[in-house]
T-cell receptor
Framework: SQQGEEDPQALSIQEGENATMNCSYKTSINNLQWYRQNSGRGLVHLIL?????REKHSGRLRVTLDTSKKSSSLLITASRAADTASYFCATGPSNTGKLIFGQGTTLQVKP | NAGVTQTPKFQVLKTGQSMTLQCAQDMNHEYMSWYRQDPGMGLRLIHY???????DQGEVPNGYNVSRSTTEDFPLRLLSAAPSQTSVYFC????????????FGSGTQLSVL
């Protein structure tokens, strides 16, 4: 079974609005990563948050991590049409270097 | 910088045929892996390698073979293709065997008829 599960599966918003995606995982982790995939392309790394961090920012991205609830959220502020993509969280068991991906959230930002 | 290069980009096979998906990286990364992506299933790990001569199974290894004779290359072999292997395949690499970020290739779209 997959390590990460994203919610919602699909999200449609207007340009300028904020988008929030959630990820839940099952086992203890060292870190959690978020990736973006544009249609027909490979995944691109966005941000990594370590298990001892609670929040991290990168430009318009804000990631939170709650290890007690085994969950993370990705917030994209002031969204743009170019943010239209699928977003995946990835993590893995603490004793391996494997990354397991969730099913992803498909985000559509309407101009 | 080429990064992670996958070939071919598209491939159509008949059931029972064999083929090899190529993956090469020029970043001297220790770790390489193969994922398949199916609608509604996200990405699932097929096989991975933590260095030349070392490979291990992921979540969905059946029907696939891998080898890692060099640091740069990590080919994925389908010995006898089945329609259930119709998918988009991604190769990815990272610097070490810890928790570094993955670099992805652009994918191979495979159809098995």
């Amino acid at each position: 079974s997959q390590q990460g599960e994203e919610d919602p599966q699909a999200l449609s918003i207007q340009e300028g609005e904020n988008a929030t995606m959630n990820c839940s995982y099952k086992t203890s982790i060292n870190n959690l990563q978020w990736y973006r995939q544009n249609s027909g392309r490979g995944l691109v790394h966005l941000i990594l948050i370590r298990s001892n961090e609670r929040e991290k920012h990168s430009g318009r991205l804000r990631v939170t991590l709650d290890t007690s609830k085994k969950s993370s959220s990705l917030l994209i502020t002031a969204s743009r049409a170019a943010d239209t993509a699928s977003y995946f969280c990835a993590t893995g068991p603490s004793n391996t270097g494997k990354l397991i991906f969730g099913q992803g959230t498909t985000l559509q930002v309407k101009p | 910088n080429a990064g992670v290069t996958q070939t071919p980009k598209f491939q159509v096979l008949k059931t029972g045929q064999s083929m090899t998906l190529q993956c090469a990286q020029d970043m001297n990364h220790e770790y390489m892996s193969w994922y398949r992506q199916d609608p509604g299933m996200g990405l699932r790990l097929i096989h991975y390698s933590v260095g030349a001569g070392i490979t291990d199974q992921g979540e969905v290894p059946n029907g696939y073979n891998v080898s890692r004779s060099t640091t740069e290359d990590f080919p994925l072999r389908l010995l006898s293709a089945a329609p259930s292997q119709t998918s988009v395949y991604f190769c990815a690499s990272k610097e070490g065997t810890g928790w570094e970020k993955l670099f992805f290739g652009s994918g191979t779209q495979l159809s098995v008829l």
